[in-house]
């Protein structure tokens, strides 16, 4: 890729930044009052997540110039370091920094992005999301959120439950719709599929809209609810259409994490994925006593992007990628 040097000037306009700076702030005095302690935590690690829906970005690292370079990896989240201060006794923690993702770059995507991560000891997915729909009433400037269930709003668009359709209920659906798509998808790929082109564009118009009780297939970090295996306690949210947030009531059990991150691993080479080695010092700290608790991960660029009303990240952050 060549770069003119005519695009020296930044993405956003200086007031544009200047504006971003005061939202930070109030962000973080969100957090401050309510007796968070902000942490920092690495950003290029020995390992990374293993989700095949999240492409790291690599880095060779070498100590000494006269040395093989070591793979490294700048991370997607602060997640798993953050859980281990969890496990350490950190209590409540926030983070503003950046992450990286491979094959992200749109009007909604950047490979290097501002994420706003928090994690509450003792809380469930339901109790966080109170406390989400706090901060985007203060940013946002609104009064209200609404919510509803995965199965509801598959319900509310297509008359359909997502949990007992069939494959070939799913794939009529999708041509109905006049979407081409693989047909050797499995029923949750199916159904990520319906629910990003065809749901998530709908969500958040009037309201930021909160979806809560997803697949358990989809739990991803988040728990699977005793009282109904089928659904995960894991939440999104959404708002003009666009994802802004991802929060769980966090797993706990270090052997069923280290079963889902094998499961990954095994999707991602039936799909020629980079295999990713597996963070064993975040099983270390599962292992030794994660303290029940629920965390989110927000993007801060596109909150900001709505908050003032921009068509585009680019607009709302100093240099966006095809000016780094």
């Known amino acids: 890729m060549t770069i003119s040097t005519s695009s020296w000037k930044p993405s956003a306009s200086i007031e544009t930044l200047k504006v971003r700076a005061h939202l930070i702030r109030q962000i973080q005095r ?42 490294y990896y700048l991370q997607s989240s602060p997640e798993f370091a953050m859980k281990r201060l969890l496990a350490a006794g950190s209590g409540p923690t926030y983070q503003i920094c950046k992450a990286f993702r491979n094959g992200e770059v749109g009007r909604y995507h950047n490979p290097e992005f501002t994420m706003l991560e928090w994690y509450r000891p003792d809380w469930d997915d339901h109790a966080l ?60 790929g199916w159904l990520q599929l319906i629910m990003s082109h065809f749901i998530e564009p709908q969500l958040g118009q009037t309201l930021p809209t909160f979806i809560y009780d997803f697949p358990a297939s989809q739990a991803a970090l988040a728990r699977i609810k005793p009282e109904n295996n089928l659904l995960a306690a894991r939440f ?14 966090e797993l706990l059990d270090a052997d069923e994490q280290k079963a889902r991150f094998l499961q990954d691993l095994e999707t991602r080479k039936t799909q ?24 989110v991960a927000l993007g801060v660029d596109r909150l900001i992007m709505l908050a003032l009303n921009k068509p585009s990240i680019d607009q709302v952050i100093s240099f966006d990628f095809l000016k780094s």
């Not at 935590?41 to 690292?61: H, Q, V, Y």
């Not at 980079?274 to 006593?289: H, R, S, V």
């Open 236 to 249: 999104e949210v959404y708002v003009k259409g666009i994802e802004l947030a991802n929060g769980f009531h």
């Open 30 to 71: 969100f957090f401050d009052e309510r007796g968070f302690l902000e942490v920092d935590t690495p950003l290029m690690c020995s390992s990374t997540g293993t989700d095949p829906n999240i492409e790291s970005i690599s880095a060779l690292f070498k100590p000494f110039a006269d040395v093989h370079p070591t793979p």
């Open 129 to 188: 999301m109170e406390e989400v729909a706090d901060l985007l009433k203060l940013i946002l400037k609104c009064e209200q959120v609404e919510k509803f269930t995965y199965r509801e709003v598959f319900q509310h668009f297509f008359n359909l439950d997502p949990f007992h359709a069939s494959i070939e209920d799913l794939q009529s659906l999708v041509r109905e719709n006049h979407l081409e798509a693989d047909l050797s998808l499995s029923h949750d």
């Open 272 to 295: 020629n994925q980079p295999i990713t080695p597996l963070d064993e010092l975040f099983l270390a700290a599962l292992k030794a006593g994660l303290p029940d608790c629920s965390g």
